[in-house]
């Protein structure tokens, strides 16, 4: 057993009484309620977060409002650049720190926090860092006729919306937070960040080191609590858009109450049911390490992670048994421990609904490998792979979000694409094969956002990432989050 010591200074902030950081400082709360933040390996608890009130929430927009009209709009796109790569350079060197307080709250391995999360937080960081001086418009020429010698130029410019409210999920607190954090400062608006009420600290700390990256105050706030105090946020006159990640339910309650709101811009990114398609030709031995890692990264709790494995008939008895020997070597243990291969599950809530799936799939008897809540202290779940046969199956259709993949045989490329695409989500997809001619051709049939072959899960900050139908709308990363920051403003002149 390798357990990590909990730093000195994490266990400092986390004993802290915290309240919400607005206008570059800890401010009091309105609301004496508290909530407890628990250790998911352990059940204990690690923390406790203020619960933001309307007036909480309104110091925090206001602030963020001074600070988009004033101080940061007098920061310069290049000036902007360098303090968010300040900024980098400071997560750097706290990541152990950070890292420790996402495996304390979370679940998530020390490792994972380490070289995932907290490095990829760096990586984004830097990447919209260079993205603050390349947002620009265009010039054209105005067909308009001229009656008496005057002529006419046009062009556009981009312009930031103004504050921007990040409604953060529990999974990735602090790297998704920065993916909205990021877009927001480098296109030059400002955020009021609403972290999620399981996993709140590595935000907070982020805040602070903010301003000792030279970030102004007001530029970047931050209002703990739960769904409430999102409501509060959402519904706020000076925020003028939504960035929202987290499930599809959540997420079309928010578009709906964003755009009603005098058309607040939203930006979406949502659940998923994502499938991996095993073809004919696909080499078990070779993909099921890269295939598992990718499925049970951070124990399933991955938007982007496959829960549905459509594999070729002739691949399949191979397939299920090699991947059930697998997963049972798995190693499951603390999240501190470097040597654990999976940690629990993030939260009880999410433990009862993983649960349920688990009970129902034992109910139809489709359970191959796992399937069970370990009876001990923490919210631990067994790796599980089921038998799925009938695409109207709950099992097939509703994302667990979990440690739950499904296992379903096809025949023939068009029954692959009607399998791949029943389904209300629309996120991710893969394509395992070494024929790149099929995988071409299958690739435009396939309704999702992002698709991978032979690989799955991973994100670059150049790639644009976001789902269709039910699974979001809008695009992170690339420049394609530049249009959802910013509005576009046209001129012409006659001379």
Not at 296 to 320: T, W
């Amino acid at each position: 057993m390798s357990e990590v010591q909990v730093l000195a200074s994490v266990q400092q902030f986390i004993e802290r009484q915290h309240g919400h950081f607005i206008d570059g400082k800890w401010v009091n709360v309105d609301n004496q309620q508290r909530i407890e933040l628990i250790n998911p390996a352990t059940e204990q608890v690690v923390s406790t977060i203020a619960v933001g009130s309307q007036g909480d929430v309104e110091k925090a927009v206001h602030s963020a409002h001074v600070a988009f009209t004033n101080a940061w709009a007098n920061t310069s796109p290049y000036e902007r650049g360098i303090k968010l790569n300040k900024l980098a350079d400071l997560v750097e060197a706290h990541s152990e720190e950070l890292a420790q307080l996402e495996t304390l709250t979370t679940g998530k391995l020390i490792n994972l926090a380490r070289h995932l999360e907290v490095a990829n937080t760096v990586i984004f960081l830097r990447y919209f860092a260079g993205w603050a001086t390349k947002i620009h418009g265009q010039t054209m020429q105005p067909s308009i006729p001229s009656a008496n010698g005057e002529k006419y130029t046009a062009y556009s410019i981009r312009q930031p919306v103004g504050v921007v409210a990040g409604i953060v999920p529990w999974n990735f607190s602090l790297m998704i937070g920065i993916w909205k954090i990021g877009s927001a400062l480098s296109t030059g608006c400002t955020i009021v960040v609403k972290p999620s009420e399981f996993t709140t600290l590595s935000l907070l700390r982020l805040a602070e080191l903010a301003i000792e990256a030279g970030i102004p105050a007001g530029v970047i706030n931050v209002v703990t609590g739960a769904g409430q105090t999102g409501q509060h946020l959402i519904d706020s006159k000076l925020v003028k858009k939504v960035s929202f990640t987290g499930s599809v339910p959540t997420g079309i309650a928010i578009g709906k109450q964003a755009t009603g709101n005098d058309l607040k811009h939203i930006s979406l990114e949502l659940g998923g049911k994502n499938a991996a398609a095993i073809l004919a030709d696909a080499n078990i031995d070779e993909i099921l390490p890269t295939l598992l890692q990718a499925t049970y990264v951070h124990q399933g709790q991955v938007c982007a992670a496959p829960e549905r494995f459509l594999v070729h008939r002739s691949k399949y008895d191979e397939l299920v048994q090699k991947a059930a020997a697998a997963i049972q070597q798995l190693k499951i243990g603390s999240p501190l421990d470097e040597s654990s291969m999976l940690g629990p599950l993030s939260n009880k809530p999410h433990l009862e609904k993983v649960k349920h799936y688990l009970d129902l799939a034992q109910q139809n008897q489709q359970i191959i490998s796992g399937g069970k809540v370990l009876e001990k202290t923490g919210y631990f779940v067994e790796p599980t792979l089921l038998a799925v046969k009938d695409i109207n199956d709950p099992l097939f259709l509703e994302e667990t979000f979990g440690p739950v993949i499904s296992v379903t045989p096809f025949d023939s490329d068009d029954e692959l694409i009607e399998m791949m695409n029943h389904s209300r989500f629309g996120l991710t997809a893969s394509l395992w094969t070494n024929d790149l001619s099929k995988a071409l051709r299958l690739i435009p049939r396939v309704e999702a956002g992002s698709i991978w072959v032979n690989m799955h899960t991973f994100l670059d900050p150049a790639v644009p990432f976001g789902g269709v139908k039910a699974s979001g709308v809008g695009r992170e990363f690339s420049d394609a989050f530049i249009e959802d920051y910013t509005e576009l403003k046209s001129v012409m002149i006659r001379y």
